[in-house]
């Protein structure tokens, strides 16, 4: 059914009649299996931190800069001319070269014998990763109106918490019975079949489409986009509040695992179960709960498209730190859910609005300068700065240095949650001076 849909389309600009909803939706779930895989080989990686830290040898410092800066460093900078790329090119063509990329680098993983050989892989993982995403929100913001974009890029949100999930729980038990070189291969390579699968049944969609908008085939520039999008103060505020999050979610995806093996001594296998399973259920609901609520909610107000992030990233502070504080491991597992539940509302909304901001050729730019935040600041701080406090702490504290590095990060969810109440306080007006 998958190839008969796709039978006799070529991969020219179709004309609007020729995407019917069935194909719509069919091109969204292979974006969302693209994105899953994206988060797949990205964090599979903290949940192997332990065996890789021994059999390396590495400091705490070290892996932080491996899945932190070096990552982010590559993955941001990379994903501005690749955008600008996907606005003027086939972006289908794109994903599935950047897809075979970092599916590739993460098997090779498997090989590395010490950091510097770790560093080089990570970092080939990142320029593939980097293409990922922008071209599949351009995608998706011609496939569907406003008024159903913010459900639709939720949609695809869901591969991160689902991603997520399968690298931990499939990280943690091939790490376990097989070791961890071969966890890497295990994840990596189907990545390479999804690639061929996208070549083969997905075609490049009309510019504009969900609007019926004529395109000048013109792009704009990258510091074009730059000056519109912090013109308007909608996005300054959105956007810090996501750097300021961004830096304490990704610490706590890098070393949450390594805190419980540390601070409960958990196994790999019971840990990547238990915090894969709250990122599948707690995830997907936040994510997709968090887009259908902003949109609902935003039929009356468009402030809603901001207060709904902010309200859930604010909810679920009081039990991360819980989950730092406590000893008795089941109330920590039960804290630990309710953040994984609360902070997934943000993505959706954010890069939805981020690209109701901005004209049709400027919507893969606009999610990529979203995205140089997110991961130069979050990406590229949080698991850094957690590793050296620890390491610096570690004297003092011994090994419940992580949980107090860990501990003092989670101030910077407030100050998130405050900057995108800010963002309710103009987006209306912001949103009605979007260019065509």
Known sequence: MVLGMAAGFNKSEAQPHALSDAYKAYFLGVLTLTYTFNFIDRTIFSILIP????????????????GGIAFALFYSTLGLPIAKWADRGNRVNIITLCLSVWSAMTAAGALVMNFW???AVRIGVAIGEAGGTPPAHSIIGDLYEPRRRTTAVSIYQIGAPLGGALGLIVGGWAAENFGWRNALLIVGLPGLLLALLLRATLREPPRGLSEVKATDGKASTILGVARLLWARRTYRYMITGTAFTSIASYAHIQWTPAFLVRSHELGLSTIGFLLGAFSLVGGVLGVA???????RLAERDPKWWMLTPGFGILIGLPFAVAALLLTDITWVLVCLFIPSLTTAIYPGPTFATAQKLVGVKMRAMAV???????TMVGLGIGPLLVGGISDLLSATYGEDSLRVSLLWIQVLKLISGCFYILAASSIAADLKRAPD
Do not use: M, R
């Open 51 to 66: 065996p890789i830290k021994a059999e390396l040898e590495l400091s705490d410092t070290q892996l932080g800069l491996v």
């Open 117 to 119: 050989h770790l560093l």
């Open 289 to 295: 709960a968090g887009g259908y609520l902003s949109d």
């Open 368 to 374: 990529a300068f979203s995205l140089f935040v997110i």
